[in-house]
């Protein structure tokens, strides 16, 4: 009797095995769920029906891909590349089976699941946007396994296939009948009816076109791979993301011989999740999961918000949350920045959704509302202004007053706490942060900002606000600089000293991305703006005592303020920093990186002594996906427990010997587990 699969035969002779993972919300491939497969393949081929499909029950999708709780701290060589051999024969069965094979898929189709639809004759997609395949296992340290590598090159050919594994990017339906990863498409209505009727005409299998043949041949693979490894080399460095880089060196040695290429596999993909990257990785997609998780059970579901603040960032606030299909209202003074807002929201409904149609869809779910009419009915409103305490007071204040009881006020602070900012509400706990981070279409993290005396209930409805509009929550205290910019702006302020130092911009940035920053300080700060890294720093340095660069003052004061500007520590060029200067970066200090890194380590510790987020987890959640900290390491303090509390420790007492007190260690590294 099987758990997870149920398989029933039609009057013509079609067996239909249903898939829906027993305790699961998507379908996986557990170990479990595999071995009944395997065991139903054999009675399929017993008994011969005239066919079999294979389908999902599961509303959200086909299938999720492998179960990764079972790769976590799953370092034992040998046991992973068993498995991968085991499944790699449960699917081989699948592909050898003596009657035809189909799969039916809807939703999403990822990973292991997309090697098993690939070993069937036949498949057929739903043909709807909410159909998504991918091999997404480049995010998790990894390469598609279970047989992915060579069965989306053999259906697809190697350029097409070596691309979609390496970017691990998602394609609907249509997309993959292009690619030839599916044989056709059908509406839902007619999904049932088009399976039957191919499993019963078993129409020719289509192949890639003959010249992807020869790109597959030995002499044509050694230049492919070097221009491949090339591309990738702009994204990620073998160093810090090895998977790309082997996926590439196992097409080019193995690529014309099938059972070579399955061998290979296997013995990459145990030596690729058995490294610390894909552990870190793989810790990175559970800190992800858990913040989505944050967004659950409040039942609330806002569907109308109002945005006071027409500037860069409540525009595109406004923006983002109508393509994520709400109905905004957006509110400022000054008639000039509302129609700025609506031609950059225009421009990014265009970029994202392409077809004029659903462009114009969301541009009448975005209403310009000068006199915030739109406040009365939202279930949110979100406040943008500029940094002044008064100012905010003052404005909700009068939004007290227009809104409903539940409405859930927020301000979009960065830096003033809320029990500031809410002195002047007759209810003060009313108030919480929701602070979204530049770019608002980019950046994935929004700070759940809460006081002590914030009902828990608010809070569940901020995160589910978030959620609502694609982004991850991170609740907060409220505390000067929340956590995401507390923790930036000691390392920050460091690039800014040691610029006074001497040492170049491009040096400095060159070191951050050794570590594995995504971009150096110096340019982070030009593209937040130097009057914003300098306004927050002002704010934050009572606090901490930060000291204030002199240059940051002087270029704010000399209109230099970065990209906004054209100007700032670098000058740009159609949007891009020109890195002037890049041939001075040798002979830089040694410590150049650490002066950096221990900046933010000992702020991170800070951080969660006092429980700014509940655990070290969230800190690390948050510090990667609001700074963008080099996810392969897996959070700062992940990082710190990685090399050893005390050895890192004893190099932040050696840097404080060298360069002064803003070295200091917190108290909370004596309160770390050793």
């Known amino acids: 009797m099987s758990k997870h699969w149920r ?331 509302l129609s700025k807002a609506m031609g950059r929201a225009h421009a990014l409904f265009k970029k994202k959704l392409k077809k004029p149609r659903l462009v114009q869809a969301a541009m009448d779910r975005l209403m310009p509302d000068p006199k915030g009419y739109g406040a009365a009915h939202a279930d949110v409103v979100i406040e943008a202004i500029f940094e002044d305490a008064a100012a905010k007071q003052a404005l909700f204040q009068e939004l007290e007053a227009k809104v409903r009881p539940d409405t859930l006020l927020a301000t979009n602070t960065s830096s003033i706490p809320l029990e500031t900012i809410s002195e002047s509400l007759k209810n003060p706990q009313r108030l919480i942060g929701l602070h979204f981070f530049n770019p608002v279409a980019k950046m994935q993290l929004i700070e759940v900002v809460h006081g002590k005396d914030t009902a828990p209930e608010l809070i569940k409805q901020g995160a589910a606000f978030a959620r609502r509009v694609d982004r991850l929550p991170l609740p907060v205290k409220s505390s000067p600089g929340f956590l995401v910019n507390r923790i930036l702006m000691p390392y920050l302020l460091e690039a800014m000293e040691l610029l006074s130092e001497g040492i170049p911009a491009p040096a400095i940035d060159q070191a951050a991305t050794d570590f594995g920053m995504p971009m150096g300080p110096v340019e982070l700060a030009d593209r937040v703006g130097l009057d914003i890294c300098l306004a927050v720093a002002e704010k934050l340095s009572p606090f901490f005592n930060l000291k204030v660069p002199e240059k940051l003052e002087t270029m704010v004061k000399q209109k230099k303020l970065g990209a906004k500007s054209g100007t700032g520590f670098y000058s740009y060029k159609n949007g891009k920093a020109v890195h002037e200067g890049s041939e001075e970066t040798l002979n830089t200090p040694r410590d150049l990186a650490d002066r950096l890194i221990f900046r933010l380590l000992n702020e991170s510790v800070a951080c969660v002594r006092e429980q700014i987020v509940e655990d070290a987890d969230l800190l690390d959640a948050g510090v990667i996906f609001g700074t963008g900290f080099a996810p392969f390491r897996g959070g700062p303090m992940n990082y710190i427990y990685s090399k050893g509390v005390e050895k890192e420790l004893q190099r932040l007492q050696q840097l404080e010997q060298l360069h002064g007190e803003q070295f200091s260690p917190d108290s909370g590294w004596a309160e770390l587990k050793v």
């Not at 379908?27 to 011969?48: G, T, V, Y």
């Not at 990894?142 to 350029?159: D, T």
């Not at 339906?173 to 292009?178: E, F, L, N, S, Y």
């Open 7 to 337: 398989l029933e035969t039609d009057a013509t002779g079609i067996a239909w095995l249903h898939f829906d993972h027993l305790d699961s919300p998507v379908n996986i491939l557990s170990h479990e769920a595999l071995e009944e497969f395997d065991a139903i393949l054999e009675q399929i081929d017993n008994d011969r029906p005239a066919g079999l499909i294979i389908l999902s029950d599961k509303k959200s999708g086909f299938i999720a891909g492998a179960d990764v709780k079972s790769f976590q701290a799953n370092t034992d060589k040998p046991a992973i590349e068993q498995h991968i051999k085991g499944v790699h024969r449960i699917f081989q069965r699948l592909e050898d089976l003596s009657v035809p094979t189909l799969a039916l898929i809807h939703g999403f189709c990822l990973g292991g699941g997309l090697v098993l639809v690939l070993a069937c004759d036949y498949r057929i997609a739903r043909d709807d946007e909410s159909t998504r395949l991918a091999f997404p296992e480049v995010k998790l340290g990894l390469f598609p396994g279970y047989g992915g590598s060579v069965r989306s090159i053999e259906r697809a050919g190697p350029l097409p296939a070596l691309n979609f594994m390496l970017t691990g990017r998602s394609i609907n339906g249509r997309a993959a009948k292009a690619m030839g990863l599916v044989n056709s498409t059908a509406p839902e209505r007619q999904l049932m009816a088009a399976a039957a009727d191919m499993i019963t005409r078993m129409p020719h299998k289509r192949r890639p076109a003959f010249y992807h043949v020869l790109l597959n041949l030995k002499p044509a693979r050694g230049l492919i791979s070097k221009y491949l490894e090339k591309e990738v080399r702009k994204r990620a460095i073998p160093e810090h993301y090895p998977a790309p880089f082997a996926l590439i060196d196992h097409w080019k040695k193995h690529a014309d011989d099938p059972r070579a290429m399955y061998a290979s596999e296997a013995t990459n993909l145990a030596n690729l999740l058995s490294g610390d990257t894909s552990q870190n990785l793989i810790r990175v997609f559970f800190l992800q999961e858990r913040l989505k998780s944050l967004g659950s059970g409040s039942g609330f579901k806002p569907s109308r918000l109002h945005v006071v603040g027409g500037g860069i960032m409540g525009g595109d606030i406004a923006a983002w949350c109508a393509l994520k299909g709400m109905q905004v209202s957006i509110q400022d003074r000054e008639a000039k920045y």
